[in-house]
Every structure is written in structure tokens, then in C-alpha cells.
């Protein structure tokens, strides 16, 4: 795993790892009013660390090694409140959509107020719901734009706003997602009542040839493909 070392206005924080899911670190007794300054250090996994761990990708100037990993991507760095919206989604199911936000931190008597965006512009609203064990769900309401669905991959901006019980806006986030009617049965999985093709792929450091692997795939009619151990580059996708 990677080794994350973090100081805040020179005060060492706990030391975390970490693969490919974000890590969080709690940084409010240590911040000041006005300015504060942040230091973060990433450390590469041991050498020998298997790739399936590492969460490193292909360096840019040839394949893999598993002793000399390399970051796909730039770390970045996110400050959240300690009431804070986790996660948004648009799950649909016979034309109706429930959004649902997950929350961390939530006072009680806290909701979310949900709304969906399009090119900067509101398009929908999606209500309001109490946060109930961390976890929020709007009332089913009638989706009337485009649902996600192989080969028509509709995208939104779903959006959820924390809001105390004084009304008050503790945190919003915004993720880019579709509106999926996701089913499943004994012949497998559907979106939006068509059969989903599913391929699984295990990458191994010995495989070098990816894009290759990717161009075989869609040639055989797969749309999702699950990759272990290496990180796709968007350029594999086109």
C-alpha cells in the first residue's frame, strides 16, 4: 500500500495507507483562523509489492514494474466538513427515481435536499429527505429525462446539500452520474430492461499489452469490463 504522512501547521497527523479509495485524515483540532499550511508526503509500496495492492498504474514511459510503482494520478487534496456528504447516486426503477446520499457527521433532525443539473442549469428537483442512520433516500419521483444505458451513457449532475435542522447548508456535493434501472435474475443483469454483456478481466504484471486486451473486448460485444490490479487510461476507452 501507498503510505500517506501528513502535517498540519507542523503538527504530524496519524500515518494512513492506501490503495486505490481515497484515505481521509481528521484535521479540524489542528486548524487556525486565517492561514494554515498543509504538508502531505506519499511513499510507494515496498519493493516486491504485489500490483494487485499498490494502486499504481503504467508509468508513462513503458509497462509495469511491480518495484518501481507510479502514481496514475496526481494526489489531490479535498477539505470536508465534519458533517459531510459521502456519496450521491439516481437509482432508477420503473420510472421512478429515488435519490439517495450517504452522510457522515449528520446532526441530528439533518436532511438532504436533492437537485440535478445539466450544462450549469438546473433541471430537476429531486426533494428532501431526513438522514436516518447516516444514509438519506428522496420519495420516489417521476424521472423525466434520459436514463443511463449501454451505448447511450446519459450523465448528470446529481447534486446533494446537507442542511441542519435550522435549515442552515452544512456541506453540498455533486458528483457527474446516470440515472441506471438496474435488475437482475436468474439470466442476469439488465439496465433498463436489456441484458447487460459482463466480462471480467484479471491483469497480471506480465500482461503488457492492454489497450490490445480493451480493442479485443468491445470487438467481442463486451460494454463493462472489470480490471484487478491496474488503473485503465481514458485514451484505452476511445
Do not use: C, K, Y
Not at 486505490?20 to 485524515?25: D, K, M, N, Q
Not at 439470466?187 to 454483456?197: D, N, T
Not at 489497450?211 to 484505452?236: D, I, K
Amino acid at each position: 500500500w501507498w503510505a500517506v504522512r501528513a502535517t498540519v501547521n507542523g503538527v504530524a497527523l496519524p500515518p494512513v495507507t492506501g490503495g486505490l479509495a481515497p484515505v481521509s485524515l481528521d484535521v479540524g483540532p489542528h486548524l487556525r483562523a486565517g492561514e494554515n499550511t498543509f504538508v502531505v508526503t506519499i511513499s510507494p509500496p515496498p519493493p516486491g509489492t504485489p500490483p494487485l495492492l499498490t494502486g499504481g498504474g503504467l508509468a508513462s514511459g513503458g509497462g509495469w514494474r511491480p518495484d518501481r510503482p507510479d502514481l496514475q494520478v496526481a494526489p489531490r487534496l479535498e477539505l470536508r466538513p465534519a458533517a459531510h456528504v459521502d456519496t450521491v447516486s439516481l437509482p432508477l426503477d420503473a420510472g421512478q427515481v429515488a435519490a439517495t446520499a450517504r452522510v457522515t457527521g449528520a446532526p441530528e433532525g439533518a436532511r438532504v435536499r436533492f437537485t440535478v443539473a445539466l450544462d450549469g442549469e438546473q433541471v430537476a428537483s429531486l426533494g428532501e429527505a431526513p438522514v436516518v442512520a447516516g444514509v438519506a433516500t428522496a420519495p420516489a419521483t417521476a424521472w423525466t429525462l434520459d436514463d443511463w444505458r449501454p451505448g447511450r451513457p446519459a450523465l448528470f449532475l446529481a447534486q446533494a446539500e446537507l442542511l441542519g435542522p435550522d435549515g442552515a447548508v452544512l456541506d453540498r456535493l455533486a458528483r457527474r452520474t446516470g440515472a441506471l434501472d438496474v435488475s437482475g435474475d436468474a439470466s442476469g443483469l439488465h439496465i433498463a430492461g436489456e441484458p447487460l454483456r459482463l466480462m471480467a478481466v484479471r491483469v497480471t504484471n506480465h500482461d503488457r499489452d492492454l489497450p490490445g486486451r480493451f480493442r479485443a473486448l468491445v470487438a467481442g460485444g463486451a460494454n463493462s469490463v472489470e480490471v484487478h490490479g491496474e488503473l485503465p487510461r481514458s485514451t484505452w476507452l476511445d
